[in-house]
Each structure stands twice: as structure tokens, then as C-alpha cells.
């Protein structure tokens, strides 16, 4: 079977869905060979020769394009790395590809100037005229011979992202065209997302042979016709050995590992996991530990990326009692152990390099409307923990709730400007309300994107606090306290927290 995941997202980790769904395939007996369109698209388009004879800077970064895109010597500053990812996005948004289209891309994002992935009728349309993607040239090249093989008559295509959606759907109808007896399914978190919205998505059934929703592996094993067997160890086939000669675009290779699909919280209203129901499935602590000393051995990463939506707080444990070896880092709770300064001590031991903290809010009265189950007083201890432990600290916050308003926002300006010492990196966001949530049942809601596949809807905020206000609010209140604006000054460009992890040495020089 063919696995293609396609471009065009963060292209500095293999695609942890492909690895999963490979592991199960050849637990089944199902030779499998993945294709990482973010990588290699990327990569190709790096290739193409500037869109634009007048430009100097296209023309400055390919003479030194291997440099720019090896990170064999990583950067000794914070604004040489800067400067770096900047030119690494520059080398595809110059390519001549690009310029022609009009298309807006870096390493983490595709849009297409004429066609949105929120519209049923341009994801058809992209499906009927795949030779007008950008990435035309690369997959009809690099696919070709791959589907030639007999053993790759079955195709997966995986989307977990809206910038996914346009080039995964010309991929799709590209090979239904040139190889109709291809059988194809579509899945990820993306077309999950869609079909457990309310939007009428019955036009998706006719661009692939299957479209699957929910966990993929017994799934995609029956559809080649075999019996399924159990997940598996992941495998990530050659992404990491790559013929074309470049690794991931990294400060060091990074290995991605789903412990869980879902959440076992699930409760807070902002969220889409609690609003798409989607059921919490965790792997046994005890495969996770194998599994994880079995791959660091095979590819000995330089960091584990554990993907779960929160990593469960019984894996935590076991991570103590059983380190990976590797460093790691994954979306957490605030865990009432991590108020025990032992703990986190511990935590750090067991190689956490940094935990993604999902706060949302100062407040404690929107905290409680949100359902997030933490109170303030035992972030505040938390947080000061985990520096002390020398764990990093991304947190996320978000503004424009329901339950929220001006004071309110204020209110969490001021708890992360108390608390900024111990906050590595912060992710400030306006609030998007899930198109799936009974959130606004007694809101006035309405279609927030043009699309018939929107995900997410706006709604008139009861006390007013509108997305503008709030979009002022960040720029001039939050972004006033000096100790905030430096904690975002931090933000690495571009891949954001899948690099925080290895910025450990620019803050110490702080
Ligand atoms: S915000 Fe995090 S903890 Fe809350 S339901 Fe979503 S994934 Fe779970």
C-alpha cells in the first residue's frame, strides 16, 4: 500500500498518522511505502529556479541553498535561526511555481490564491484539474512509478490540515485519472472534523473510494482486504533515510508518537474533541514504553514528540518510572502531581524537555465557564515548578470567549505578566468557536468563513468583546508589558513549538 501525506504543513517531523497506519499494515502483512509530500514538495520547490530574474534575495538564498536548508550546524543565535527559517522560506516562496500561481507558502502553509479548502466546489475543482497545483510537477513524477507496482494498488491519503485539503484532492483525482484501478481512502483529523460536523459533506464521498473517519489502522488494513492484526510498532519506513538526500528541517531529528487518539478530559467547551466526541483510545503504558525504546534505538531521534491531544497523566508517570531515554515533549494538563516540586524534579529526570500547557485563561470565573478543571493558585505553583526543574513552558492562552470580557482579559494579561519568569514561550490566539459546538445555543451564531466546510463559526459575543476589539486589545494591552512581549519575541518563526524545544540554549543566554 501507498501512504502519501500531502503537502503543505510543518515539515520538520515525519507525519505521525502515516507511521501508525504503517505499523498496522505490516503487522497485517501489507508491504507499505510512505510518501511525505511536506518534505519532499517542500523540498522540490526549493529546487525550481527563481520566479523572478529582478529578485535579489531569491537569487541570494539558492547560491546558498544546501547551507541554508542542513542543520547539521545549527545556528549559535536566536536571530541567526531567525534568519535561517527566513530564508528557508524564502527559497519556495521565490521558486518559479510559485510566482506563476500566486500561491502563499512556507514550510508550514499552503493558500491558494484562487481556490479555498473550505469550499466543497474548489476542493472538486482542484480534484478535476490536479495539473494546476502547484505541486503538480512533483507528485505526478515522484507518484508515477510508485503506482506502477503492483503492491501499491491500494492508496492512503492522509489530511490532518486545511492546508492539506487542495493539493491532497488533486493528488486524489491525479491518480484516479492516470490509475483508475488505484483503490483510494481518504482520512485524517482534517475529514474527521468535517464529517462529525453538521455540514452536508456527501460531495467528499465521490473524490476517493473510501472516506474513513475515527482511528484508521483496522480500517485501512481491511480495505487492502487484509485481516487486521493489531497496530503494530510504528514504522516510518525511509523518511528518516531519504533518498533525496536532505533530513527534516530541524535543530535535531525529532520522532512523533501517538499514545492516544482523543482525550480523556474532553469537558471543555472550547474544545472540539468534547464537541466532536470523539472517543479516547490509549495505547497499554507498557506498549508505549516498548514501543518508544524500540524506535529510539532504530532512529535514535534527539527528541520524542508525543502527539496526544494531552498526554495522559498515568503515561507520565510511567514515562518517570521508565524514561525513553531521548528527550520529550507533549501537550499536558495542569496536573495537580506537578504541584509536588519532586515531581517535576522527577518529570525533568525522566527527560521532559518541555510541556505544552493548555491555560486559556487568567480568569478564574472563565476558566470555570470553559470547564478547564485548574485553578489559578495551583498553575501559579506549577509553573514555578517546572522552571525550577528546568523543564520549558509553552502555554497557550486565548481571548474572546463567551464567559469572557474586557476585564476578564485583563485579568489573564495580568497573571501571565506576574508569572512571565517562569513562562518560556506563550501562544496568545483569538477565541474560534468549533462549528460542531452547542456552544452558541444561546448565541447568535453565523457562518464565520466562506465555505460550505467552514470549521469553525462566529457568533455576537454577549458583552460585546469583539474579534476587532480583541485584536486591539492584544496589540496594544497585552503586548504593552514588556515581560509579555519578550516571552512572544521568543516564538520561533514558522514551526512555533516543534522547535521551543531545542531553544533551551538562546534563553540561557538571555
Ligand atoms: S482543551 Fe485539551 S484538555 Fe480540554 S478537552 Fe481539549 S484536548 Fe482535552
Not at 479516547?280 to 496526544?308: A, M, T
Not at 490566539?429 to 468549533?434: I, K, L, T
Request: charged share 25%.
Amino acid at each position: 500500500m501507498l501512504l502519501i501525506h500531502p503537502p503543505q504543513v510543518r515539515n520538520c517531523e515525519p507525519p505521525v498518522a502515516l507511521a501508525h497506519l504503517a505499523g498496522a499494515l505490516i503487522a497485517a502483512g501489507e508491504p507499505v511505502t510512505l510518501v511525505d509530500g511536506a518534505l519532499e514538495g517542500f523540498l522540490w520547490l526549493t529546487d525550481q529556479p527563481c520566479g523572478d530574474s529582478t529578485d535579489l534575495q531569491g537569487k541570494r538564498v539558492r547560491r546558498k541553498k544546501d547551507c541554508i536548508l542542513s542543520f547539521s550546524q545549527n545556528p549559535d543565535s536566536f536571530d541567526k535561526y531567525k534568519k535561517k527559517i527566513s530564508d528557508i522560506r524564502l527559497l519556495a516562496s521565490t521558486s518559479k511555481p510559485v510566482i506563476e500561481r500566486g500561491t502563499k507558502i512556507s514550510p508550514a502553509d499552503y493558500q491558494d490564491p484562487q481556490l479555498s479548502p473550505l469550499k466543497s466546489q474548489d476542493l472538486f475543482y482542484s480534484w478535476t484539474h490536479p495539473e494546476e497545483n502547484v505541486y503538480f510537477p512533483w507528485f505526478s513524477l515522484r507518484l508515477k512509478p510508485l503506482l506502477k507496482e503492483k503492491d501499491n494498488l491500494h492508496v492512503g491519503v492522509s489530511m490532518g490540515f486545511l492546508s492539506q485539503a487542495l493539493t491532497g484532492m488533486a493528488i486524489c483525482g491525479w491518480i484516479k485519472k492516470e490509475f483508475p484501478h488505484s483503490r483510494v481512502i481518504l482520512g485524517g483529523s482534517l475529514i474527521n472534523s468535517w464529517l462529525k460536523g453538521p455540514s452536508d459533506t456527501s460531495s467528499l464521498y465521490k473524490l476517493a473510494d473510501k472516506i474513513h473517519h475515527g482511528q484508521g489502522e483496522k480500517d485501512i488494513v481491511q480495505f487492502t482486504g487484509r485481516e487486521y492484526k493489531g497496530p503494530g510498532i510504528p514504522s516510518f519506513g525511509d523518511l528518516y533515510n531519504r533518498r533525496i538526500s536532505k533530513d527534516y528541517l530541524s535543530p535535531g531529528r525529532i520522532l512523533p508518537y501517538s499514545a492516544a487518539l482523543g482525550c480523556s478530559w474532553k469537558r471543555c467547551t472550547f474544545c472540539s474533541e468534547t464537541w466532536e466526541q470523539n472517543r479516547h483510545c490509549e495505547k497499554s503504558s507498557d506498549d508505549v514504553v516498548r514501543h518508544l525504546s524500540v524506535l529510539s534505538q532504530k532512529y535514535n531521534p534527539s527528541l520524542i514528540h508525543i502527539c496526544d491531544s494531552e498526554i495522559s497523566p498515568e503515561l507520565i508517570d510511567r514515562l518517570i518510572q521508565q524514561p525513553p531515554g531521548p528527550q520529550w515533549y507533549g501537550f499536558s494538563r495542569f496536573l495537580s502531581s506537578m504541584s509536588s516540586r519532586e515531581y517535576c524534579v522527577k518529570l525533568a529526570r525522566s527527560g521532559c524537555r518541555m510541556l505544552c500547557l493548555g491555560l486559556e485563561s487568567g480568569d478564574q470565573k472563565v476558566l470555570n465557564s470553559l470547564q478547564k478543571g485548574i485553578r489559578l493558585e495551583l498553575v501559579s505553583e506549577i509553573l514555578k515548578n517546572l522552571k525550577e526543574a528546568g523543564i520549558l513552558t509553552y502555554v497557550y492562552i486565548m481571548f474572546g470567549t463567551p464567559a469572557e470580557n474586557r476585564d476578564g482579559a485583563l485579568r489573564t494579561r495580568d497573571f501571565i505578566g506576574e508569572h512571565s519568569q517562569y513562562i518560556s514561550f506563550l501562544n496568545a490566539a483569538v477565541f474560534n468557536m468549533p462549528i460542531a459546538s452547542r456552544e452558541d445555543d444561546n448565541l447568535n451564531s453565523m457562518e464565520f468563513y466562506e465555505g460550505d466546510l467552514a470549521i469553525y463559526k462566529n457568533f455576537i459575543h454577549p458583552e460585546g468583546w469583539s474579534r476587532g476589539e480583541i485584536r486591539t486589545f492584544l496589540q496594544k494591552d497585552l503586548k504593552k508589558i514588556t515581560e509579555i512581549r519578550d516571552i512572544l519575541k521568543r516564538t520561533p518563526p514558522v514551526f512555533t513549538s516543534s522547535h521551543a524545544p531545542f531553544m533551551a540554549e538562546f534563553l540561557q543566554k538571555e
